[in-house]
């Protein structure tokens, strides 16, 4: 397995956490601390600060230092990848559900065509 793949798995495995998804979700509005990100859950920081850890090693989120705090930033570059592969299979779902599509639209019996009433 390449060090891509190895990133792919960490970073599904990272995201299939509803905490860790709830937190993405709120990094998407900004960068945040500990503190904050620790706001609307019932656990503790340090069970937060391990969601983190799992989320920096799947590098979705980094951490910078300013002063005292060290804000928590959603690292938008590992979303588009992880979305780019994504989006790889479902274009070519697409690209099979027009060719079925126009399949079942060429084999469909014209309009005109109904049976004759046999009254």
Known sequence: MDSDDALLDAAFMALADPVRRLIIARLSRGPATVNELAEPFAITKQAVSKHIQVLEQAEL???????????????????????????????????????????????????????????
């Open 61 to 119: 989120v980094t951490r910078t230092r300013d002063a005292q705090r060290r804000p928590v930033h959603l690292n938008p570059a590992r979303l588009e990848t992880l979305t780019a592969w994504i989006d790889q299979y479902r274009l070519v779902r697409e690209g099979q559900f027009r060719s079925l599509d126009a399949v079942l639209q060429s084999s469909a019996a014209p309009s005109g065509t109904q049976a004759k009433d046999p009254s």
